[in-house]
């Protein structure tokens, strides 16, 4: 049986095919459940779901937030309301320290918790209109740890190409204040290592496969359209601060 969008959209549930279709009234979805979340909310897309074409289609931004980052946040929230302590943490604080949480909460905090951060950060380094050089302490950071920009950017899309299943290609600040490109499995977090995730870019198969297909490689060269590198270059001087 041949694998096409309709089997695609069966098998991703019909609710959400239903919003990736656009038969909810726009936004209704997410804006419902941001405000049910607690202790966690979803974040709104700062943009349009269809402001990152023709480089991140449409139906695939409302998969992606409406069905992928609602259900991280919800699974997330879970988690940490069965004990009342966890609350009064960020998603961020939490995550970075997995051993000492509830064993019986551990795994799905590391899957769930780290996907909430992950995605939560992911909007916000995608815009429309955006691409090109960096420019900024972040443009001269990866200038001095990779000798170009043209050499961070092989690595970055190496790490995301090269990542086995499901996971994310990530430019991180480690313990040292050095620049490092790595990749992590599934939604962990460098976080979870001890490093800070100065960008990201999220390589599981819901991220691109409606417009790419098996296609990873194609998807990952496009990403470079829609990074928003004001934001990335805020997230490295908070983090070198």
Known sequence: MSFNRRNF?????????????????????????????????????????????????????????????????????????????????????????????????????????????NHTMFWQIMAPNAGGQPTGEIAKAIASAFGSFDKFKTAFNDAGSKQFGSGWSWLVLDNSKQLKVIGTPNQDSPLMMGMYPIMGNDVWEHAYYLKYRNERAKYLEAWWNVVNWDEVNKRYQQAIA
């Not at 726009?26 to 700062?46: C, I, M, N, Y």
């Not at 051993?99 to 769930?112: A, H, K």
């Open 9 to 117: 959209l069966i098998l991703l549930g019909g609710s959400t095919g239903a919003a990736a279709l656009g038969l909810f009234p726009k936004d209704s979805l997410a804006q419902a459940t941001a405000s049910e979340q607690k202790p966690f909310a979803v974040a709104p897309l700062p943009y349009a779901y269809n402001a990152l074409e023709p480089h991140i289609d449409e139906e695939t931004m409302r998969f992606h937030h409406d069905k992928h980052y609602v259900s991280y946040t919800t699974k997330l929230n879970e988690a940490v309301n069965k004990y009342p302590q966890l609350a009064n943490k960020s998603a961020e604080e939490i995550i970075s320290d997995l051993d000492s949480l509830p064993e019986d909460v551990r795994t799905t905090i590391r899957n769930n918790g780290g996907g909430y951060v």
